[in-house]
DNA sequence: ATCGGTATACTTGTCGACAACTCTAAAGTA
DNA sequence: TACTTTAGAGTTGTCGACAAGTATACCGAT
């Protein structure tokens, strides 16, 4: 990636505590390679670096570990990291996730979501047209994010809110690469967010099915092409 | 549930910090219902209870509460528990993760995997016979996590890792039910998992999403009968 | 009696300190 | 030189303390 983000974006972490904001920072210099993988991370360095106590950046370790970013072992943090496989992986659970979240609202009544999507892709090609990568990618998180809470099943909620923050940041730093590859490529980004909406309009449970594969298939053919092959 | 567990199993807790005992020991009393819906939790409180300082405690509600165990909120966290809702959802997410598992595993070598299942199914059939019921669970989890582990798919080994304590602690209990209920019904359980293991040795995809797909279906209504209707 | 304001007790987030443990590297011995 | 032992620096897990913020109960006024 040429020019990574180096800084996790300040309105995110609006409300958010001390061992929060850590836990987004040294998430994105993970994803992002700042921070290489193999690294041993130390409590008290980290600290340091923050300026704050051991305290916040515990918890902020303890996420990450959650998220698979890092390992815990007995002395020390060891950095893992999001290669290619990483990616392709994350991409299989949100596939998953997805597929049986669509899969259960085929028989119900999707008008207020679909005007919901509807208004979200309105505010990305807004984004689009200023330029706003952080707003971009904000708004196509959410359009994701709004698909899953619309099933109202609370266990599969956790397990996306368990994965929530990694995806913001990858979705951050592939928006970044989709706008790099110019104007076209961003309004296909938007045009298979219409075809999502779409499949989920005709109410039936085999194209949306149908529509959400190729949304992923997709989505990840046109990353593997921006990422570091190891 | 007439006789339910009172306390985490010791031998579980071998090689545990304070903050890992102290969410196994309230995850426990939250799904068995000794601590009850709406509760409120302070951290003071559990600290006093447990004769710890707040940091262990801190990690622990931390942990219920990536569980979706509890709500951390403002001031207090509140339990949510596990109803006969929440029981279903847990058997969704595990039959999810199972399935997507399971479907990567057809055109594979597994071998070692049979092996191993049939091994610890051998252990399963030596627990029932001493009525040692905190084995025989033990055993039941180490079939299903053998299985998911063999896919070596790491995002998803750490979407099951997010519910893991959880799943072994409904099961503690389940197990505890199953016993209640006499001799052939766990001799039905045991009969349930030699299904998935020769749907497994077929090594035709369908035929294993079925196996899968019906050990779940069944593993719920045998347990719905057990469950407080609320 | 009801409503508004204040005091109070309780809560969380963060901090610095300490003991117990682990890895490392240097020093001593064969 | 090769190996064991030992001293040291660094690490985590846990603790108690404090400030900042919040719900609650009490008290006064209307």
Redesign the pocket.
Known sequence: MATATNHFPAAWLKSA?????IACELRLAIVNGSIPHGE??????I?ADF?????????A?KTLSNEGLIR??????IVLGMGAREIQELYDVRYTIESFVQERMAERDTGALIRLLEQIIDKMELAAKHRDIVEFSYRDFSFHEAIIAEAKHNRMMQLWKSIRQLVMTVMLLTTEEVFAQGESKVAAVIGKHRTIVAALRSNDSAQIQQGVREYFADSYVTLRNSLPED
């Open positions: 505590g001390l061992g929060e904001t041993k991370l130390s409590e008290n360095r600290a300026g704050t106590s051991r305290s916040p950046v515990r918890e370790l815990l072992e007995r002395m020390g943090a």
